[in-house]
C-alpha cells in the first residue's frame, strides 16, 4: 500500500513552532506534480479535520482552516517531493495526529496517506 511518509512532530510549547514535513514515497514521485496535497489533523475523540491544503504544482492556491490562518503555512518543494506545513504561534488546541494528505487530480481514487505524526502543545 503506497503510503507517505511524515516527520517532525514533537512536544512544543504554546507560542512556539514546528514544521511538519511529508515526502511521497518512490512508488509515487514520478507523478508527485500530478496531486494535490493537504494536511489534515485530528484531535482525541475529535473527527478528522482539513488543516491546509496545496492545490496545483507551483505557486498554487493555498487553502487553510479558519482556526489556523495567519499561523501556519503549507508549502511543497517539487523537487524534493515534499510537502511542508509550518506551524508557528501553536496553541493547545493545535494538539492531535497531523496526517498527509495526497490526491491525484485526474483521479481521486489515487487517494493516499501517511502513518501520521502527534503534535502536543502544552506548557
Known amino acids: 500500500q503506497v503510503q507517505l511518509v511524515e516527520s517532525g512532530g514533537g512536544l512544543v510549547q504554546p507560542g512556539g513552532s514546528l514544521r511538519l514535513s511529508c515526502k511521497a514515497p518512490?512508488?509515487?514521485?514520478?507523478?508527485?506534480?500530478?496531486?494535490?496535497m493537504a494536511w489534515y489533523r485530528q484531535a482525541p475523540g475529535k473527527q478528522r479535520e482539513l488543516v491546509a491544503r496545496?492545490?496545483?504544482?507551483?505557486?498554487?492556491?493555498?487553502d487553510y482552516a479558519d482556526s489556523v490562518k495567519g499561523r501556519f503555512t503549507i508549502s511543497r518543494d517539487n523537487a524534493r517531493k515534499t510537502v511542508y506545513l509550518q506551524m508557528n504561534n501553536l496553541r493547545p488546541e493545535d494538539t492531535g495526529v497531523y496526517y498527509c494528505?495526497?490526491?491525484?487530480?485526474?483521479?481521486?481514487?489515487?487517494?493516499?496517506w501517511g502513518q501520521g505524526t502527534q503534535v502536543t502543545v502544552s506548557a
Open positions: 518512490r512508488s509515487i514521485t514520478s507523478v508527485f506534480n500530478a496531486h494535490d
Open positions: 496545496y492545490l496545483g504544482i507551483t505557486q498554487g492556491t493555498t
Open positions: 494528505n495526497a490526491i491525484n487530480r485526474a483521479n481521486s481514487a489515487l487517494n493516499y
